[in-house]
């Protein structure tokens, strides 16, 4: 799996960090930041044999912060962030 640029990104984390790869991403104004991976053939053929996809986060122990790993993207408004937060409430 490979970070890649994608429609809607915004911003590049650790661009002239040696130590990471560049991370292309969409970061909205509240924080919420978005990156878009592509999988390999062989990436794909080991999700499709297991069914599985493993989520490393570095933490640097910090608390840990809320993901979501999706196949679509869709920008949301921060009114429709906020409806969402009001209908969990």
Same mark, same amino acid.
């Given at each position: 799996?490979?970070?890649?640029?994608? !429609?809607? /990104?915004?911003?590049?984390?650790? !661009?002239? /960090?040696?130590?990471?790869?560049? +991370?292309?991403?969409?970061?909205?104004?509240?924080?919420?930041?978005?990156?878009?991976?592509?999988?390999?053939?062989? %990436?794909?053929?080991?999700?499709? !044999?297991?069914?599985? +996809?493993?989520?490393? /986060?570095?933490?640097?122990?910090?608390?840990? /912060?809320?993901?979501?790993?999706?196949?679509?993207?869709?920008?949301?408004? !921060? %009114?429709?962030?906020?409806?969402?937060? %009001? +209908?969990?409430?």
């Amino acid at each position: 799996m490979k970070p890649i640029p994608f !429609e809607g /990104q915004n911003v590049v984390f650790a !661009e002239n /960090q040696k130590e990471y790869e560049p +991370l292309p991403a969409h970061r909205t104004e509240d924080g919420i930041v978005t990156s878009c991976w592509e999988l390999s053939k062989e %990436d794909l053929a080991k999700i499709n !044999e297991t069914g599985k +996809l493993y989520v490393c /986060q570095m933490t640097f122990n910090k608390p840990l /912060q809320p993901i979501n790993v999706f196949t679509e993207f869709t920008f949301l408004t !921060e %009114d429709e962030l906020q409806e969402e937060e %009001d +209908l969990n409430t």
